[in-house]
């Protein structure tokens, strides 16, 4: 996807590669956390996330010194970066199960209802992992991340007809299975 | 503007969510001339996707800790890397001329043993200076260009 050549992390990207301490740190705070919060919600697993968001950001700073400006907005890249390697890590549980029978996830009402905080937030964490990969993806990038339908389409390779099945079908899935916490 | 159907726009509800902003942006202005016109029928669609939304938002993020920051930190390319450069350059010029002073001393030591490391040693600190002098003019002029 290119670049309007608008990226607002171009110019702290060349600081990064100029090895500016400041631009790294302020890249940092800008990026680390969306990435981060992106892979955790892929992976619903605290350290897989923590790996993710490393191994991201040890790639972009091996592109920082050679980073091409117009080529794709570096925000793009990390998001397609980080994706990738949610899906290596996805695939390799997948290999995992066919041996060992995954433990399901039960995303049902909780017995003793009547759920507050970090139980509410487990609960909708649970009812997303438990959605098919790609439209938990869709999801995310559009709702948690906050990226267009273009953008987001691009990202996964799919028609923006497609991303809009797939968040349809997702958020469908979300309603049913969270329907006593919605009222719906 | 296109005309948005009533269907078009309880689709785009339960795909992007109760937040209009949030639609496609081609689709936004029609949606909210339909949503005044339709109130009655669509406010509550738009209620109903905006409580899947809230729910949405409380899936955790997960905020980075000081380790995983200062592991990057310390992975990032550093001014160091300049400084490297630097020194090994000047590495470099030092090791050519000790290199150099060592072959003529060896030389003069061997074809005449008499008159061996005085004489070798008063001149050849010239040569060493010169060249020594010149290659830090190289390498420090690197760090300039940065």
Not at chain 1, 12 to 28: E, I, K, M, N
Not at chain 1, 157 to 183: M, N, P
Request: hydrophobic letters at 50%; one cysteine or more; a negative charge.
């Amino acid at each position: 996807m290119a670049s309007d050549g608008n990226d607002p992390d171009e110019a702290l990207l060349a600081g990064v590669g100029r090895g500016d301490p400041s631009a790294v740190r302020t890249l940092l705070d800008r990026r680390l956390p969306r990435i981060l919060a992106l892979a955790r919600r892929m992976l619903n697993d605290s350290g897989e996330a923590e790996d993710v968001a490393q191994e991201t950001f040890l790639r972009a700073w091996k592109q920082a010194r050679a980073w091409k400006p117009g080529a794709a907005r570096f925000d793009t890249w990390l998001h397609r970066v980080a994706l990738n390697l949610c899906y290596d890590r996805l695939r390799r549980r997948r290999e995992i199960a066919t041996d060992t029978p995954p433990e399901q996830v039960d995303t049902g009402p909780a017995p003793d209802a009547g759920l507050i905080g970090a139980d509410l937030s487990k609960r909708v964490e649970a009812a997303l992992a438990a959605l098919p990969p790609r439209q938990r993806e869709a999801i995310v990038l559009c709702h948690h991340q906050g990226l267009g339908n273009i953008e987001a389409a691009g990202l996964m390779e799919i028609s923006v007809e497609a991303l809009e099945s797939l968040l349809s079908r997702g958020r469908r899935a979300l309603k049913a299975s969270l329907a006593d916490l919605a009222g719906g | 503007m296109v005309m948005m159907t009533l269907e078009r726009f309880e689709d785009l509800a339960q795909t992007y969510g109760g937040e209009i902003a949030r639609w496609p942006e081609g689709e936004r202005e029609a949606a909210r001339a339909l949503l005044a016109e339709n109130a009655a029928r669509l406010s509550p669609v738009l209620a109903e996707a905006a409580q899947l939304d809230r729910l949405l938002d409380l899936a955790p993020a997960q905020r980075p800790d000081a380790a995983l920051i200062g592991r990057l930190i310390a992975a990032a390319p550093q001014p160091a890397a300049v400084g490297r450069r630097w020194i090994a350059g000047l590495g470099a010029a030092l090791g050519l001329s000790a290199a150099a002073f060592a072959g003529i001393a060896v030389g003069v030591a061997v074809g005449r043993p008499q008159a061996a490391a005085p004489v070798v040693v008063a001149e050849q600190p010239v040569v060493t200076a010169v060249d020594t002098s010149s290659a830090l003019q190289d390498a420090l002029a690197e760090p300039s260009e940065l």
